[in-house]
């Protein structure tokens, strides 16, 4: 069955027509060309999916698109500013967080859920935040330093 | 992966009759967190997901006695934002904590968690500890009834099938008492292996008033372990008789074990899922003891 949602996506509006069976993820990716928001399990365990819903982040495989309309999303395309990469990407990058890629963009919705609430968080609630995004490269350990990172430049803190 | 259609009924009178209209077609969708899993795996083929979030389902409220009703389309991280819950029911806030990532426990309801009747559920046994209610509703009226008596096998619940799930409600948390869920798993992400909930109330600092000791993941659905629960009631236990209750403890521990025959798969033997249960029962009898001990003092 044929249905007409409307919803934002990085703070643009779209009305579209999804099917009951179409996947958020497979809205984002392919009829709105969002490709960043990566394809990985299809079940809620990896987390490559991650975007942000109504300002929280979930897992975009088990949201049917349907259940999405009316609500804001944000994707990874939708937190640098232009040219100017988020304060999280940045250290991504410095911090040598990324090697292959393909879970950084969960990554950092998930650490961008942590620091809008919390902008001092303690290492273990960075590794709680991130446990529903599985990275099989780094070792977490740089990517928990990123996060560390950025939570201290957002703070403003002198370094 | 069939393909279904998506409804998505405005009030609970609307949604009762489409679930009655469809019957076994049709599969109530509440955060969708297990459910399209399984129907991606192809385990489950619904020709109709009535999705409940369209009937005020969600929120939780304090009754007169102190009590809460948690609406059974809150999501679990709903809960964790719950200030009262987190103040009166900390041990809630300690296990809900501890569930599936943070995106999943963004979507995953209470209500859908409880109606999955899934053998590992975290919630399941502690809310039976407490002594939990589920209201129901369906075309010809509401009812509440015990969870004791909601779960019958994994996945099934005495629930008809246009009957909808509305509340959750637990008792008043007693100053004298103390409550814990620990569970074993082998990562952040996974399910438990064996999990037991203990709830004990003082009568004062050195007797037991009350007891409940219930397993999760370790047989098809949670077992109260009525036998291993009724020897801490009456017992006198207090801080420098803590021998005695390590005694009353081993007693109680050797009664859940000759009460339960855990599961024996893939995930984990028997055998293993019985040492874990004793080593585990110990503990939280202990910790849930001295929470009770903690409250009493302050």
């Not at chain 1, 993820?25 to 365990?45: N, P, V």
């Not at chain 2, 809150?74 to 569930?99: G, H």
Request: hydrophobic residues 40%; charged residues 25%; glycine residues 8%.
């Amino acid at each position: 069955m044929k249905h007409t949602i409307s919803l934002k996506v990085n703070g643009e509006s779209y009305e579209i027509d999804v099917q009951s069976e179409t996947v958020l993820l497979d809205l984002i990716r392919e009829k709105l060309d969002l490709t960043g928001t990566k394809d990985g399990c299809r079940s809620g365990e990896c987390g490559a999916c991650t975007v942000m819903m109504n300002g929280v982040p979930v897992n975009s495989c088990m949201v049917l698109a349907v259940e999405a309309d009316g609500s804001e999303i944000t994707t990874i395309e939708g937190l640098s500013k232009g040219e100017e990469l988020h304060p999280i990407q940045k250290s991504f990058i410095e911090k040598g967080a990324v090697q292959c890629g393909y879970c950084t963009p969960g990554m950092i919705l998930s650490a961008k859920a942590l620091l809008d609430r919390n902008n001092d968080p303690t290492s273990e609630e960075v590794k709680k935040a991130i446990r529903g995004n599985i990275c099989r490269c780094t070792g977490y350990q740089k990517i928990e330093e990123a996060i560390m990172d950025a939570a201290s430049t957002m703070r403003g803190d002198e370094k | 992966m069939n393909r279904f259609d998506y409804l998505k009924p405005a009030g609970i009178k609307e949604a009762c009759t489409i679930l009655a209209d469809k019957g076994s077609k049709a599969k109530p969708l509440a955060g969708g967190t297990d459910l399209l899993v399984r129907w991606r795996k192809g385990k489950i083929s619904p020709e109709y997901l009535v999705d409940l979030k369209g009937l005020g389902l969600e929120g939780v409220s304090v009754s007169k006695d102190g009590g809460i009703s948690i609406g059974a389309l809150s999501t679990l991280n709903s809960l964790l934002d719950s200030e009262y819950i987190c103040r009166n029911y900390s041990f809630l806030t300690e296990i809900l904590d501890d569930m599936g990532s943070v995106q999943i426990r963004n979507r995953a309801t209470v209500g859908g968690n409880i109606c999955n009747a899934s053998s590992t559920s975290d919630l399941a046994p502690i809310l039976l500890a407490l002594g939990a209610k589920a209201k129901a509703v369906a075309l010809d009226g509401e009812r509440e009834l015990k969870l004791e008596t909601f779960f019958l096998s994994p996945g099934k619940t005495v629930l008809s099938e246009n009957e909808i799930l509305t509340d959750i409600q637990l008792p008043p948390f007693s100053k004298k008492s103390g409550a814990v869920y620990l569970k074993m798993k082998r990562n952040a992400m996974d399910l438990a292996l064996a999990g037991v909930a203990v709830f004990l109330t003082l009568q004062d600092e050195d007797t037991c008033a009350a007891a409940k000791i219930v397993l999760g993941a370790v047989s098809p659905t949670p077992v109260i372990v009525t036998q291993a629960s009724d020897e801490l009631v009456g017992a006198r236990i207090n801080e420098t008789n803590i021998e005695k209750a390590a005694d009353l403890t081993a007693k109680a521990v050797t009664l859940v074990e000759k009460e339960v025959r855990p599961i024996d798969n893939v995930r984990a033997s028997s055998w293993y899922r019985q040492d874990v249960v004793k080593s585990l029962t110990a503990q939280a009898i202990e910790i849930a003891y001295k929470r009770a001990l903690q409250s009493i003092k302050k």
